[in-house]
């Protein structure tokens, strides 16, 4: 595959909240599933492929679900454990790539340019891929499409699912798209098609010979872009995720505050915030900023490097204090924020802070309330001293 000019498979997790929930209890294996609140308001989040030949499906009202699907079993969603397993499925992921575009919790591109040596040809590639994510999760299965572009990597992925593999060679992308309904084309929502529909354009194919100017005549601009993929023709490159350069935690207050010891308690929950969101994201910081918006909106800051990162909100809190005490300024004030900078994936010794053992207790504290906000929502723990604002942002 070497000889493709790029090398790019999108990989999509099969019927992921159903699959897992399966995966968590036996008792569901090989049974209809819908994932989503059980109230007659809720919508189904997912339905595995047991439920689907009732044609139920994500996005339906689960009151309509339950009717064309009687037997099915309708759990409540437990997002904690689809992101734990999300963050397995993307690990695996990045064993295999460096350039890993999560669209989702379920579903990603990786570039695979010129990696043959490493992983076989396309085939043997989508093989190991398929078969690690397996392993790594203890049986759940990916649909995998290998082609030279996103698009048609995506398009290929969808093709044979569940638990596919599909490769497209670059040089018979066009090809095999031709006799493909104009629903596969990204943009061509049902309005869309049935205009197209109207025009007696039904397949990828007819979009591809199409006059352009006719086409842009009849439906508008879209048709250059529909054009192109229809073409097989998608430059877009896999777009690695980037780090975020800062988090920050900002609240505007009820009351304009000025005494230092009202901003103190203020920044504690902005360091909780943003401590929590640090462990969550896995990032350790560098660097902490503390803002605060005097009533006039005059902005003063301060900001503070580390000796070691952090992402303990103690630590932050602590840090922020230092910044406020260098403040020559009496306020009163409309704003307060606390935003951690320098930002670094955690892991290895960044982890230093963490295991000091100043440190340890609150750091172990601070897990310990992460995995209740994990399972009752945020705001299930208070601090005594949090006081209360217009609310975060
Ligand atoms: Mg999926």
């Known amino acids: 595959m070497d000889a493709w000019p790029r ?6 997790m099969d019927a992921f909240y159903a ?31 047991e439920a689907r030949p009732a ?35 993307m690990g695996v992921f990045a064993n295999f790539s460096p350039d890993v575009e999560a669209l989702s919790l379920d579903e990603a591109f990786l570039d695979m340019s010129g990696s043959s040596h490493l992983f076989g040809e396309p085939a043997a590639l989508g093989r190991r891929l398929k078969a690690a994510v397996a392993d790594a999760t203890g049986g759940l299965t990916v649909s995998v499409g290998i082609s030279g572009t996103k698009y048609v990597a995506k398009v290929a992925s969808a093709h044979r699912k569940p638990d596919g593999l599909t490769i497209v060679s670059p040089d018979r992308a066009r090809e095999w798209l031709a006799p493909q ?21 039904m397949t990828v194919a007819q979009i591809a010979v199409a006059d352009p100017q006719w086409l842009v005549a009849a439906i508008g601009k879209t048709a250059l872009h529909l054009q192109a993929l229809s073409r097989a023709e998608d430059a877009r490159s896999v777009e690695a995720l980037r780090h975020p350069k800062s988090i920050s935690s900002e609240l505007t207050l009820e009351t304009d505050v000025a005494a230092h010891e009202e901003i103190r308690r203020h920044l504690r929950r902005a360091a909780d915030t943003v401590g929590r969101r640090l462990r969550k994201q896995a990032y350790t ?14 902005i003063l800051s301060r ?35 606390l935003g951690a900078f320098d930002l670094a994936a955690a892991g290895g010794e960044s982890q230093l802070d963490l295991l000091c053992t100043a440190t340890e207790r609150s ?31």
């Not at 609140?37 to 997912?46: A, E, F, I, K, Q």
Request: aromatic share 4%; hydrophobic share 40%.
């Open 285 to 298: 910081a560098r660097g902490v900023r503390l803002k605060l918006k005097r009533s006039d909106f005059r």
């Open 19 to 49: 699959a897992i929930e399966q995966l968590d209890n036996p008792e569901l294996r090989g049974r209809p599933v819908l994932v989503g609140p059980n109230s007659h308001r809720g919508v189904v989040l997912t339905a595995s492929y």
């Open 363 to 393: 750091a172990k504290l601070e897990a310990a309330l992460d995995a209740i906000e994990d399972r009752f929502g945020p705001g299930a723990v208070q601090r005594a001293v949090g006081p209360r604002g217009r609310g975060p942002r």
């Open 7 to 12: 090398t790019i498979v999108h990989a999509d």
């Open 181 to 201: 309904p104009v629903a596969v084309l990204w943009g061509a929502g049902p309005k869309l098609q049935g205009r197209l529909a109207d025009l007696g354009l």
């Open 55 to 89: 044609r139920v499906g994500s996005a339906m009202p689960m009151a309509l679900a339950r009717r064309r699907c009687p037997n099915a079993i309708v759990v409540e969603p437990r997002f904690a454990r689809y992101r734990e397993v999300s963050r397995i499925v």
């Open 303 to 337: 900001q503070t490097a580390l000796s070691e990162p952090t992402q303990s909100a103690e630590r932050l809190w602590q840090v922020a204090q230092g910044c406020l005490a260098q403040i020559d300024d009496r306020g009163p004030y409309r704003l307060i924020g």
